[in-house]
């Protein structure tokens, strides 16, 4: 396993091993290793010099004025909802269709995640029902402070729509974009459209520093009330505390967390950043061979795509719908069989209402979000990343089709 990840790893193009599969590989090369030694010998290994190089490398690659570096895309939805003021016994509007972190942030503040039911084709969250749910939340007494737009799998949510919405009720627009590196809508790049955007850089993302994250605002106000709260409420960089005469001194201005991303992470960050763009090429390249391969086979729908020129699609995800109708088995079998061809594959998401914690505290049955309901029990990630050779890509189709026809009804 070990000789097999560094071969993949070393080139993005590496021949057919013939080994397992896995669903995620991350792509690291000599160049990362070295930039983080780099920072290991420099004698400042935390939060510095190069989290501050990767902000702003990072701000200007998807057009927003400021970019605040953060340890996780968790960290950086939660800032996002403090800086948007959100209160307890308020209202979040998001998909339910999606990871966990996006509505366990909003009871960090004793708030409701109100979901909507996902758009069955691009599996976002179905914005035409957005105008109803915040007027029928405010009927109820009940302040909607934001919705979180979710880009499930790397394609973009119908930002027109959920922007004028959101602006026209007084609601704040973040974006989960912890999938859309590298995606961007209407020619405007995820990052640069809602009020707050959070991307991840945990290991399976389309750029990893292993665990990290960033906020992206144009909003000076918020990106320093961000930075601030990354930091224990402390109004300085740490480390500005150590130049000037009195590096001792500081200010605690409010009771912050501690959310800051080290240099040896932003080191590894600023190298990935510069390859985001060859990642998004290989992502798509990828995504246009399973849609060759996997097309026109009944017991299979592919992903939603939207016609070019309009969206960009971040390829974080290939996620397959199975038609269940045509296949004598579930999807769960079909990962099984997957996975016994050599291929693994993995589920985008078990929907968060029919998990005990929401279940239980709203008293959700799986039919109240019908279409994330019924997707669940159809959906298939495929694997997707730039350390995947052409033979990885064939093989993993070749599986599938392999799977399909045998268990065909
Ligand atoms: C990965 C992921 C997150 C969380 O990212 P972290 O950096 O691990 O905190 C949030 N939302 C979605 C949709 C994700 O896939």
């Not at 991307?199 to 000076?220: L, V």
């Not at 798509?284 to 849609?291: G, L, N, P, Q, R």
Request: aromatic share 10%; with cysteine.
């Amino acid at each position: 396993m070990k000789a097999f990840r560094k071969e993949t790893n070393k080139d993005l193009g590496p021949e057919d091993k013939g080994g397992f599969i896995p669903f995620s590989l991350p792509s690291i090369g000599d160049e990362e290793i070295e930039a983080v030694s780099e920072v290991l010998r420099s004698g400042w290994i935390t939060t510095g010099p190069v989290a501050k190089a990767f902000e702003e490398e990072f701000a200007s690659y998807v057009g927003a004025a400021h970019a605040v570096a953060l340890n996780s895309c968790t960290a950086a939805l939660h800032l996002a909802l403090e800086t948007v003021g959100l209160k307890s016994a308020e209202a979040v509007i998001t998909s339910p269709l999606t990871f966990a972190a996006t509505a366990e942030v909003v009871r960090y503040f004793d708030a409701r995640p109100v979901f909507i039911d996902i758009e069955p084709g691009s599996m976002n969250m179905d914005a035409s029902l957005l105008d109803e749910k915040i007027s029928s939340l405010k009927k109820d007494g009940i302040t909607p402070r934001a919705v979180i737009a979710v880009h499930y799998a790397g394609l973009p949510s119908d930002m027109d729509t959920v922007m004028e919405i959101a602006r026209r009720h007084g609601v704040f627009v973040i974006e989960d974009a912890a999938h859309a590196l590298s995606a961007s809508y209407k020619g405007r790049p995820v990052g640069s459209i809602g009020d707050i955007t959070c991307f991840s850089f945990y290991a399976s993302k389309n750029i990893t520093t292993a665990e990290g994250g960033m906020a992206t605002t144009d909003n000076p106000e918020w990106a320093k009330r961000m930075r601030i709260m990354s930091l224990h409420g402390i109004d300085r960089d740490a480390w500005m505390r150590h130049r000037g005469e009195n590096t001792w001194r500081y200010e605690i201005v409010e009771a912050g967390y501690k959310y800051n991303l080290t240099d040896m992470a932003a080191a590894m960050g600023l190298v990935q950043l510069r390859k985001a763009g060859g990642f998004l090429g290989r992502r798509t390249e990828i995504a246009s061979v399973y849609d060759t391969e996997l097309g026109g086979i009944p017991q299979i729908s592919l992903p939603v795509k939207r016609p070019p020129g309009d969206v960009v699609h971040a390829w974080h995800l290939y996620v397959l719908r199975l038609d269940l109708e045509m296949l004598v088995i579930d999807r769960d079998r079909f990962i099984q069989e997957l996975k016994s061809r050599g291929v693994g594959a993995s589920v985008h998401f078990i929907p968060l209402h029919i998990h005990p914690y929401y279940r239980d505290m709203y008293g959700y049955v799986p039919g109240d979000f019908p279409a994330a309901y019924d997707a669940y029990g159809r959906v298939v990630s495929l694997p997707i990343y730039p350390a995947m050779s052409d033979g990885d890509v064939q093989r993993a189709a070749a599986a599938v089709l392999d799977v399909a026809e045998k268990f065909k009804r």
